[in-house]
């Protein structure tokens, strides 16, 4: 089963935004073992809507379509599918209700208009909407079958997950007997070109599975992919070739999947029972931002202060002003007595601390822009990081997160290993 | 002149990557006023390969193709084009001189492999690679032109900006001599229906400027787009329109292109003299990332506090036990004294607040999931909005992010006009 995928906008074409929906449904289809051979992109405009859906008909089984589908006039995709199809649209009773029922939840005008998203080709099938209020459609015809979602992501995924995947899973189930696994190990503490360096040979050895560094921002992940009649032999040949990995790279690898850091620190200092607060610097409330995003995270982070000026520091945190005054705002006397102070005022098992220069000003010869420390503090005492980061002031943000993050992680796996 | 770009790469099917080479060509073309009404994505393989490039040729004067120039058998674009278009493919003397020396320099190993890349179809303009190795080239034969560049985004887009899109403005400055100009109007407090709703005979009449809603996460944008012969021409069709729709939004409206509300509160603060100090609770650090985003933000943001614990509302905020016991966390009275809190603990001149429930657990019929409340405190006084935003909780802690800084920026606005 071939798969195309054709992406509706207008702001895509003029570089307004970037197609992050195309590479996840990209993504998502590959683990599934479903071929996508081709992905176009195409304006809000009928006459070459229809243009590319004939070309995708012409050469997939499947076309899945985003965007278009929402309450104005650019709007086109429904309308432009049935026409090809040679189907009218008709409005889909549920899909009305529904509009309906939103609309007076969230006290939205217009319904008039809204309720231009509920009508679908005739014979379609409704892609419920969780999210909000553009359903999309599954139309099959003549053995050629269209689905359409709306374009916005939170949207476009929650319907993709829910639906859409699980029914091409279905129909892929039915004709293609290979699936591909992948899975991504995630590194922290090493770069790319070393990773590399180190599994060369197995890169270069290995067709099935495959191997691949991903690069990230602030992290360097590897991906191992397999491709097997079904997903316990496509496992079972990644097994090996991940075991191996893991014993070169040994602690490096922190995770995998969707193991992010502040998943990995959540679920360790829930299952102990213990808190943690932080007190950032540059990173500015990134920290909060990505151990807050891990759902439950109240239950052991009771604070995370960002504490950019000199007074704040000592104010919160309790740093002595002739700490501030003797090393600076970015050293590592500062970083440990951030650490500890946030550790004793917030009343946590762990402190965690940040300070460092993202730039653009602010650098010297002496500190220059990406000097960063990282600190942590429990019962056992503390432990200050120096680290030299790259990149633009989003970059160092980022980077300096991470490397508290994974600090952090490793006190917390080590006291672990010791309890 | 119509330009089709087609980017090559199996790695864009797979969803391994995204596609930011097409969105920042798609952005640089669009500036030169070119004309895109079509992208392909293909994977490598010389059949499929050939095939879009037939398609893209078809209709399109000129395809701009990145990916597939580099070293190994996967990388098929030169061959694939040549052999397409009838012509052998040739070394050329310049391209391959210039990779020995770099190879040299370098330490590259597996010249044979690198030399490769110097072959290009006969008759076609080498375009020099300043950064790597591999060069593209630009073939014309029969009217249509073929354009190649590098996948590796740094390389394509040093090589687009020394020779590609000047070379591109200069063909499309023959035939056509129009450029397009966009202006996007960035709105607050206010959905996408209803903003449409009320400009919905402006966007119905107009041609020439469009007029297209542009809907993100947390915010709604316009974006006005005109074509005319140069830059200033276009901006003065757009300036009557922007003009109309602001007197329509009135305050809506609270900025335009790059002017986040993170920027214009620091712009307002800065020139001021004032200082802000925040405390998060549901956005668990990401108004202080915004905040912090802004290069030179240390100068008026004295701190964010993310007290996401009571203990730590009260504790650094001196939000009284009995507000958090009587109202809870998520309330008013709660988000009032955060606000007032954390501007007299930081000596601050504004304060603002933020404390909700972004879910997925924790909601109850009374307090729902997405239950919101913002401040903002200064000396005249203190407010407080109640929210009800959707969405998971990325969404909620973005909107609710949004919904603080808004309520911010209009005060800090009215407090510029009273002044």
Redesign the interface.
Known sequence: MRVE?LSVG???????????N?????????ELGIN??????????VE?LA??LR?ALS?ADVVLATGGL?????DITAATVADLMGVPLVEDEGAADRIRSIARQ?G???LD??LKQARVPQGAVVVPNP?GTAPGFILTRDGKTVITLPG???EMR?MAEQTVLPYLAELAGREDTAVIVSRVLRLAGIGESQAEADIRDLIDSQTNPTI?P?AKTYEVCL?I?ARAPDRAAAQALIAPIEAEIRRRLGEHVYGADDESLERLIGDRLRSAGHTL?AA?S????????????V????AY?????????N??KT??LGVPEATLREYGAVSEQTARAMAEGVRQ???ADYGLSVTGI?????GTPEKPIGLTYVGVADAGGSQVEEHRLRGD??SI?ERAAQAALYLLYRRLRERAGVA
Chains 1, 2 share one sequence.
């Open positions: 995928l207008t702001e895509l074409l003029l570089g307004e935004i970037v197609d992050t195309a590479a996840y449904l990209a993504e998502k289809l590959s996508v051979y081709y992905k176009q992109t195409v304006g809000d405009n070459r243009a590319a070309i050469r929402g309450p104005t006039e650019d969230r939205l005008r217009l208009r809204l999210v916005v992501p939170a929650a691949a991903l991906r992919t607060a950032e540059c990173t500015g409330g990134l920290i909060g931002h990505r151990l807050t995003n759902p439950g995270s109240s982070l009771l604070a995370s202060l960002v504490t950019y000026s007074q704040a104010r919160f005022a917030c009343g993202a730039g653009p000003t602010g002031r989003q943000k």
